[in-house]
């Protein structure tokens, strides 16, 4: 039987090297697509922003706490918990109050 030269490596961990190798590349090709992917398409998510009226005009005592898009409305959640439903135009069409949970 043969002895191994010297800074060799038995077939198993020359194997098992391969793998290792072949797993970081694919690791860096995917970061790399991901990377790529999100660079060229996230900018197209915000080029069609909606349009919105220059003010609004939310009724007295309130403020906005958040905000949410339709084609032809948006909708103002108040700090009071109202939901306020305008046109695209800046009219109110809707005043919602939820009614309280019941846990």
Known sequence: MAAPEEGSLPPSLRILKGLVILLTVSMIVAVLTVVFLLVT???KAFTSLPKLPESVVLPAGETAEAIT???TWFAVVTTSGRLLVY???GKLRQDVTPS???D
Do not use: N, Q, V
């Open 100 to 102: 309280p949970s019941e």
């Open 41 to 43: 398409r996230m900018p």
């Open 87 to 89: 046109s695209d135009t």
């Open 69 to 71: 898009f339709g084609k």
